[in-house]
C-alpha cells in the first residue's frame, strides 16, 4: 500500500480523485469492481475549506483537548486522519471535531482525512 499527500491550492473549487485498491492499478468502476465503489477508504489531504461541517454548531468542543493536539500536531503531525463522507463531489465531516479545530487555530491549510464515497441518502442518515 501506498501513502501519499496531494496538495491543492487554496483557490481550486473542486477536483477529482482516483484511487485503485486493485494490484494492477485499474481505476474504480474498471475490471474487477462489481459494485463501482471503488474499493473502500482513500487517505487525503484536503483543503479546510473544502469540508463541510454540518454539525459543527450542535456542541462545542473541549479546548483543553483542542490544546494537546495542536501541541502533539505541532511536534508529531496528525497521527489519524478524520472521517469524510464525499457526497456527489462534496466533502462532509462528521467526526474528528477536535482535530479539525487544532488544524483550524495551528493555522494549517489542509487536513488528512479518511474519504469514503457514499449516497444522498447516506448524508441524510448522518444528519439525523
Known amino acids: 500500500m ?3 499527500v496531494l496538495q ?20 474504480p468502476g474498471g ?4 459494485t463501482g465503489g471503488g474499493g473502500g477508504p ?3 489531504e484536503l483543503p479546510l475549506d473544502k469540508i463541510r461541517r454540518p454539525l459543527m454548531r450542535t456542541r462545542s468542543n473541549d479546548q483543553n483537548k483542542v490544546q494537546e493536539l495542536m501541541d502533539s ?4 503531525g496528525l497521527q489519524v486522519p478524520i472521517d469524510v463522507l ?6 462532509y465531516g462528521f467526526s474528528g471535531c477536535h482535530r479539525y479545530e487544532a488544524h483550524q487555530r495551528l493555522g ?6 479518511k474519504i469514503r464515497r457514499g449516497t444522498k ?4 442518515h448522518h444528519l439525523r
Not at 491543492?8 to 481505476?27: D, K, Y
Not at 500536531?73 to 508529531?76: H, L, Q
Open 108 to 113: 494549517l491549510p489542509t487536513i488528512r482525512c
Open 2 to 4: 501506498a501513502n501519499f
Open 8 to 27: 491543492v491550492p487554496n483557490t481550486l473549487r473542486s477536483f477529482t480523485v482516483f484511487a485503485s485498491s486493485n494490484s494492477n492499478g485499474a481505476p
Open 42 to 44: 482513500v487517505i487525503l
Open 86 to 91: 464525499e457526497v456527489d463531489g462534496i466533502y
Open 73 to 76: 500536531i505541532k511536534e508529531i
Open 31 to 34: 475490471s474487477g469492481s462489481s
Open 121 to 124: 441518502e447516506t448524508l441524510r
